[in-house]
């Protein structure tokens, strides 16, 4: 998870928090890292590691205050010249009422946007889910890199069997994952990403 890169990764991390409009989403966290002697800006979406961690960060499905927050630090390193590094590990956006109907397919858009004319250097890691618009609010960097077992999808496998056959089943589940090619080989292959780990 997130937290455990960071921990592994970096010499040092300096979270900050709030999307200075309505409130922190611990589904993201953000801040300022030491990497290999130099400063960048960290973003990386957190599942949690209990229940009472898992509860409070939605099990890793990002808020809109979540999007407005990393969005706020990409901008910070922007301006300070820092590369961005993004940790990539999400089902997909939060779907609650509440985070709709503060924005959420807006907060995500507004990413996709912004980040791809973002003047500093960027690098995201799908580390092991990549679902959706939720991982894309995230993942829209100079190279994309991810973990030899990540996904990385714009819907889940079961998702896509539940609209394209009706079906819960292992096997439609199984089909679905085939047929959006979801793997890192197919990934790398397809050149959705430009590097596995």
Do not use: C, P, S
């Given at each position: 998870q997130t937290a455990d890169y960071i921990a592994m990764i970096f010499e040092e991390f300096v979270e900050l928090h709030g999307d200075r409009y309505f409130q922190d989403d611990p589904a993201i966290k953000t801040g300022l890292a030491r990497f290999e002697g130099k400063t960048v800006v960290l973003i990386?979406?957190?599942?949690?590691?209990?229940?009472?961690?898992r509860l409070a960060a939605t099990y890793g499905m990002t808020t809109p205050e979540?999007?407005?927050?990393?969005?706020?630090?990409?901008?910070?390193?922007e301006k300070m010249k820092f590369p961005v590094i993004c940790l990539i590990d999400t089902p997909g956006a939060f779907p609650g009422v509440g985070a709709e109907e503060r924005g959420q397919f807006s907060a995500i858009a507004v990413n996709l946007m912004e980040m791809a004319r973002l003047k500093t250097r960027t690098l995201g890691v799908v580390l092991a889910e990549g679902g959706s618009g939720g991982a894309?609010?995230?993942a829209v960097v100079d190279r994309l890199l991810v973990m030899e077992n990540a996904w990385f999808s714009v819907i889940s496998p079961e998702g896509c069997a539940a609209i394209l056959f009706k079906s819960s089943d292992k096997d439609k589940i199984a089909e679905a994952a085939a047929a959006l090619?979801?793997?890192?080989?197919?990934?790398?292959?397809?050149?959705?990403?430009?590097?596995?780990?």
């Open positions: 990386g979406q957190h599942k949690g590691k209990d229940t009472r961690q979540g999007y407005r927050k990393a969005l706020r630090l990409m901008k910070f390193a894309l609010g995230i090619k979801i793997t890192a080989n197919d990934l790398k292959r397809l050149k959705v990403v430009d590097e596995i780990i």
